[in-house]
């Protein structure tokens, strides 16, 4: 159940345990993980938005990555690895659709040496899976694809993260964790160990309220800067950069030439993977994202990129018929850096705030690393642990 009017109605059952900003799939990963770890806990998730999921959750890739292109010991390698292996398990106890339909690593005449790079850092994070391909051995698994030499990675897959994303929140209710949805955080107050004061903005009611809860977790993704800007008592010159970049999809129409993910060789200075195949649980075919640096949130499609993802997309797929191409839909990513940055998770040793949890910069690999980041959480908070 969810909605407003569990929230109001619940207001008399103060303090909550734990009160979690943002239910997109990572507040949903932690209001299932923390409800089941923690029976007697009262959970509570706020969302902004009219429905859960809306915003980076349900615009990307959908892909369940395998952790090959994060320095190795950073929280993005070892969580995605972690994750992958959670994900794969998690999906196939619940029926949520997903394929491991493995991916292609595509190197042209020049970059062969980054593969090998790759499969190096890859093994240094424990990915003992990718295998080197010959262009001989690639084109007998994807007769339409052009390279001059491939690395197979037999571990990613996709998912249908709207399932995922039901899923766990249907657990999580389960669980007895409230999830309030049109429901904005305003302002929360450190007022001790253990002690937040939320002020909450609610569709249909005339004015904020108070609630008070022992824990609070901020994983509001786009808005999780500005979340922590709202937070009194914590030093606000913690609370990092924050960048914008949107990424265009386009669908192609007709049958996939592509049973498997490709990928080109990853940007040299690590702004993105490059504009890659994915397939979605129908057998569609779509290529992206690209990289736009963006000042706000704007989720529409830019149809003049179009000739810039064909000759991208051309480099690998030749045969491409750009009439094809039709425009699909658009995601923006909290990136925490012009190029490449980790994962950003700040909890009392940080901040000095017991009990608050601030997660920065949740971007790819986000979904498939959220059953490991919820994990991680709640190992966090163990010293707060609920009675």
């Given amino acids: 159940m969810t909605g407003v009017q569990p929230l ?6 103060q303090p909550f345990d734990i009160c979690i900003v943002g239910a997109g799939i990572m507040g949903l990963a932690l209001a299932r993980h923390l409800s089941a770890h923690w029976p007697k806990a009262s959970v509570l998730v706020l969302e902004q938005n009219a429905g859960t999921g809306q915003e980076t959750s349900s615009r990307n890739s959908e892909v369940i990555h395998a952790g090959l292109y ?9 969580l995605c690895v972690r994750g992958n292996a959670l994900l794969y398990d998690y999906c196939a106890r619940h029926d949520i659709p997903h394929q491991r339909i493995g991916k292609l690593i595509v190197a042209q005449p020049g970059e062969e040496a980054a593969l090998d790079q790759l499969q190096t850092s890859a093994q240094a994070c424990g990915v003992e899976s990718l295998t080197p391909m010959s262009h001989q051995d690639m084109t007998r698994l994807e007769p339409h694809l052009q390279a001059s030499a491939a690395l197979w990675s037999p571990d990613t897959g996709i998912i249908d993260s709207h399932a995922l994303m039901h899923r766990l929140q249907h657990e999580a209710e389960l669980n007895g964790a409230l ?3 049109n429901s904005r955080l305003l302002r929360a107050d450190c007022q001790g160990p ?3 004061d939320v002020d909450v903005e609610a569709t249909g009611e005339e004015a ?11 994983c509001a993704g786009l808005s999780a800067n500005q979340v922590a800007a709202s937070i009194g008592g914590i030093d606000q010159s913690l609370i990092p950069a924050l960048h ?16 498997h993910l490709i990928y080109p060789v990853p940007d040299s200075r690590h702004r993105g993977l490059g504009i890659h195949a994915t397939l979605d649980m129908a057998g569609q075919c779509r290529f992206g994202p690209d ?4 000042s706000s949130v704007d989720y529409r499609v830019d149809e003049s990129r179009r000739a810039t993802f064909a000759e991208a997309i051309r480099t690998y797929y030749p045969a491409l018929d750009e009439t094809r191409l039709q425009t699909a839909y658009a995601g923006i990513r909290p990136r925490l850096g012009s190029a490449y940055a980790d994962f950003m998770i700040q909890d009392e040793y940080v901040h000095g705030c017991p009990g608050l949890i601030q997660l920065f910069g949740i971007e790819s690999p986000g979904l498939t690393a959220s059953l490991a980041l919820a994990e991680l959480v709640t190992l966090k908070l163990q010293d707060q642990a609920p009675l």
């Fill in 70 to 78: 994060y320095p190795p010991g950073s929280l993005k390698a070892r």
């Fill in 194 to 196: 253990g002690i937040f």
């Fill in 244 to 259: 914008l970049v949107k990424g265009h999809y386009f669908a192609l129409s007709g049958r996939s030439p592509f049973r």
């Fill in 179 to 181: 999830v309030a949805t």
């Fill in 8 to 13: 109001i109605n619940s207001v008399v059952r």
């Fill in 208 to 218: 904020p309220f108070r609630l008070r809860s022992r824990m609070l977790i901020n």
């Fill in 291 to 294: 990289i736009e640096p963006v």
